[in-house]
């Protein structure tokens, strides 16, 4: 991963505790917010069976005051039943799952995947009522049940502790865009019982550094991607608001309370910013007992998974989003000219092969030098096996992809499950940090961040790191044959069965059998950076 975002988990810890100590010393409530995706996406976590054996646990350390449940708790069953038994129930009431359900398969019955809410007190005084709502997600496997936001919100429960609770501030967080209409549809329920009390929304997902205004009394932020950031959120005005609503309620619509004044910050996840930050660079005081013990157990067990052993060295950089996609720079370009054809296709088959992945299978980039399983998790941490429908026509078969690409469900399958958010969120009271400094004349690139608020948010000044979006699918070049009546073989991967059968059925007026099983089983979207690296970069090293 990129230097600028070099933190562990431990380091995390230590920031954690040594920022509390500073808050206290300042008598501010500082509340530590996680929104989701605690799984998919680096080697220390997915390597395991289940995945986060070893990561979840470090998690556990971590003393989070609210977590929300993500959507890459949910694609795999295995996954959802270890959050359930064994994540869940260590955070006491403080983690949370509005509108997401475990359901038992046996019996069919389902019940909240965590607390629907949390009312709590923080050490000075400051009541807090939270929230967790997951976006209207429908990619989650058989063991669980999420709910629309418009939905749970009739649901009596929300009523019941929004008018059973007297709280300083509303803490609606959740892995949901802070722009996304979830939000703003939970946001004007609770407007409706208080129409100007403190709300301070902490959301995800996007893998966007970003803070909105609502109204004069409600922010958000999110906090980028991949525990790659620290949002710090603080709000100058609560207790004033308090004393307002006490002393007026909520009936008087000619006294309305002042506008609260909303400060936010963007961390680069790493130790410089957290020494600068809580020990005010005073690097002998930073490090904590249990953040070392954490970073050596990741150094030991990152050996012991051998994750950090080389499969091979990339030869070059492959970027993501920072070129242009049909750049030999580009991942999908890597991807649909090198690695599918040589670790995907079939040369014992009849029929040449057309594959096709969908963009959102590839998450992160490729840097020159040493390539390794960590890397591959990153890059490509699903398991998903390839499927291919056999002797397709090629007149048809040469129009999937562009048919793909403008199917008005395609944004379906970009894959929002290729996002894991780490957003590791600080949600302060009065409570304002100031800017990092930084040599201007050699900024390096990373984030350059316009929100709400302007562009003063990024603790770090870089420069800006173009973009460039991809289509919604990928796929290798259309093999040479006779004529367009000859056959071929249309290989995908199951994430992408559905779409690729409907598009394949308007093209031919033919329901074709998928067969489950493409050339090597072993192969998937994410082996197949194995198999590629060991084969072909080898010898690069």
Same mark, same amino acid.
């Given at each position: 991963?990129?230097?600028?975002?070099?933190?562990?988990?431990?380091?995390?810890?230590?920031?954690?505790?040594?920022?509390?100590?500073?808050?206290?010393?300042?008598?501010?409530?500082?509340?530590?917010?996680?929104?989701?995706?605690?799984?998919?996406?680096?080697?220390?976590?997915?390597?395991?069976?289940?995945?986060?054996?070893?990561?979840?646990?470090?998690?556990?350390?971590?003393?989070?005051?609210?977590?929300?449940?993500?959507?890459?708790?949910?694609?795999?069953?295995?996954?959802?039943?270890?959050?359930?038994?064994?994540?869940?129930?260590?955070?006491?009431?403080?983690?949370?799952?509005?509108?997401?359900?475990?359901?038992?398969?046996?019996?069919?019955?389902?019940?909240?995947?965590?607390?629907?809410?949390?009312?709590?007190?923080?050490?000075?005084?400051?009541?807090?009522?939270?929230?967790?709502?997951?976006?209207?997600?429908?990619?989650?496997?058989?063991?669980?049940?999420?709910?629309?936001?418009?939905?749970?919100?009739?649901?009596?429960?929300?009523?019941?502790?929004?008018?059973?609770?007297?709280?300083?501030?509303?803490?609606?967080?959740?892995?949901?865009?802070?722009?996304?209409?979830?939000?703003?549809?939970?946001?004007?329920?609770?407007?409706?019982?208080?129409?100007?009390?403190?709300?301070?929304?902490?959301?995800?997902?996007?893998?966007?550094?970003?803070?909105?205004?609502?109204?004069?009394?409600?922010?958000?932020?999110?906090?980028? =991607? /991949?525990?790659?950031?620290? +949002?710090? %959120?603080?709000?100058?005005? !609560?207790?004033?608001?308090?004393? $307002? #609503?006490?002393?007026?309620?909520?009936?008087?619509?000619?006294?309305?309370?002042?506008?609260?004044?909303?400060?936010?910050?963007?961390?680069?996840?790493?130790?410089?910013?957290?020494?600068?930050?809580?020990?005010?660079?005073?690097?002998?005081?930073?490090?904590?007992?249990?953040?070392?013990?954490?970073?050596?157990?990741?150094?030991?067990?990152?050996?012991?998974?051998?994750?950090?052993?080389?499969?091979?060295?990339?030869?070059?950089?492959?970027?993501?989003?920072?070129?242009?996609?049909?750049?030999?720079?580009?991942?999908?370009?890597?991807?649909?000219?090198?690695?599918?054809?040589?670790?995907?296709?079939?040369?014992?088959?009849?029929?040449?092969?057309?594959?096709?992945?969908?963009?959102?299978?590839? =998450? /992160?980039?490729?840097?020159? +030098?040493? %390539?390794?399983?960590?890397? !591959?998790?990153?890059?490509?941490? $699903? #398991?998903?096996?390839?499927?291919?429908?056999?002797?397709?026509?090629?007149?048809?078969?040469?129009?999937?992809?562009?048919?793909?690409?403008?199917?008005?469900?395609?944004?379906?399958?970009?894959?929002?499950?290729?996002?894991?958010?780490?957003?590791?969120?600080?949600?302060?009271?009065?409570?304002?940090?100031?800017?990092?400094?930084?040599?201007?004349?050699?900024?390096?690139?990373?984030?350059?961040?316009?929100?709400?608020?302007?562009?003063?948010?990024?603790?770090?000044?870089?420069?800006?790191?173009?973009?460039?979006?991809?289509?919604?699918?990928?796929?290798?070049?259309?093999?040479?044959?006779?004529?367009?009546?000859?056959?071929?073989?249309?290989?995908?991967?199951?994430?992408?069965?559905?779409?690729?059968?409907?598009?394949?059925?308007?093209?031919?007026?033919?329901?074709?059998? !998928?067969?489950?099983?493409?050339?090597?089983?072993?192969?998937?979207?994410?082996?197949?950076?194995?198999?590629?690296?060991?084969?072909?970069?080898?010898?690069?090293?």
């Amino acid at each position: 991963m990129e230097e600028s975002y070099n933190g562990d988990f431990g380091d995390f810890y230590s920031f954690v505790t040594r920022m509390k100590e500073k808050a206290k010393k300042k008598r501010k409530d500082l509340f530590i917010v996680d929104t989701g995706d605690t799984h998919d996406g680096n080697g220390f976590s997915d390597v395991t069976n289940p995945s986060g054996k070893i990561s979840q646990p470090m998690l556990q350390k971590i003393p989070y005051d609210i977590l929300a449940i993500g959507n890459h708790e949910l694609y795999v069953d295995e996954i959802t039943e270890s959050v359930y038994n064994d994540f869940m129930p260590s955070w006491k009431g403080r983690y949370l799952s509005s509108n997401v359900y475990f359901k038992d398969i046996n019996n069919n019955k389902t019940i909240p995947l965590g607390d629907k809410y949390a009312f709590f007190e923080g050490e000075f005084g400051t009541r807090v009522l939270a929230f967790g709502f997951l976006f209207d997600f429908t990619g989650n496997g058989d063991n669980s049940v999420v709910h629309t936001v418009e939905d749970e919100i009739l649901e009596p429960w929300f009523t019941e502790a929004l008018t059973s609770h007297t709280p300083d501030i509303i803490a609606l967080t959740g892995h949901t865009g802070i722009r996304f209409d979830e939000f703003n549809v939970a946001l004007k329920a609770i407007r409706k019982h208080f129409p100007y009390i403190p709300i301070a929304v902490l959301g995800g997902h996007l893998h966007v550094r970003d803070f909105a205004i609502y109204d004069g009394w409600a922010a958000g932020i999110a906090s980028g =991607r /991949y525990l790659e950031s620290i +949002g710090f %959120f603080s709000i100058k005005g !609560v207790k004033k608001s308090t004393k $307002f #609503i006490a002393k007026h309620g909520y009936n008087d619509t000619n006294t309305l309370p002042n506008n609260l004044t909303f400060h936010r910050r963007y961390l680069d996840q790493n130790r410089k910013t957290y020494i600068y930050h809580s020990v005010e660079n005073k690097e002998k005081k930073f490090d904590t007992t249990v953040g070392k013990e954490m970073t050596q157990n990741i150094t030991y067990w990152r050996s012991e998974l051998g994750i950090s052993q080389a499969l091979g060295c990339s030869p070059q950089d492959y970027y993501l989003s920072s070129v242009e996609p049909t750049s030999n720079s580009s991942i999908y370009t890597l991807t649909a000219q090198e690695v599918l054809p040589k670790t995907v296709a079939d040369p014992n088959r009849p029929y040449p092969a057309h594959i096709i992945l969908n963009s959102g299978a590839l =998450r /992160y980039d490729i840097y020159k +030098g040493n %390539f390794t399983l960590d890397n !591959v998790y990153q890059v490509s941490p $699903f #398991i998903d096996h390839f499927y291919y429908m056999a002797g397709v026509p090629y007149d048809a078969a040469s129009q999937v992809l562009d048919r793909l690409n403008g199917d008005t469900n395609k944004n379906n399958f970009r894959r929002k499950r290729s996002i894991r958010n780490d957003y590791e969120q600080q949600l302060g009271l009065t409570y304002n940090i100031p800017m990092l400094p930084r040599d201007t004349n050699s900024l390096t690139p990373g984030y350059t961040t316009t929100d709400d608020l302007g562009s003063n948010g990024d603790d770090t000044k870089h420069s800006k790191i173009p973009y460039f979006d991809a289509e919604a699918f990928v796929g290798t070049d259309l093999p040479k044959v006779a004529n367009e009546t000859s056959l071929i073989d249309l290989v995908f991967v199951d994430f992408v069965e559905s779409i690729v059968e409907s598009v394949v059925y308007d093209l031919t007026g033919k329901n074709y059998t !998928v067969e489950t099983t493409y050339g090597n089983p072993n192969i998937t979207s994410s082996t197949m950076w194995v198999e590629f690296a060991k084969t072909h970069w080898a010898g690069n090293c």
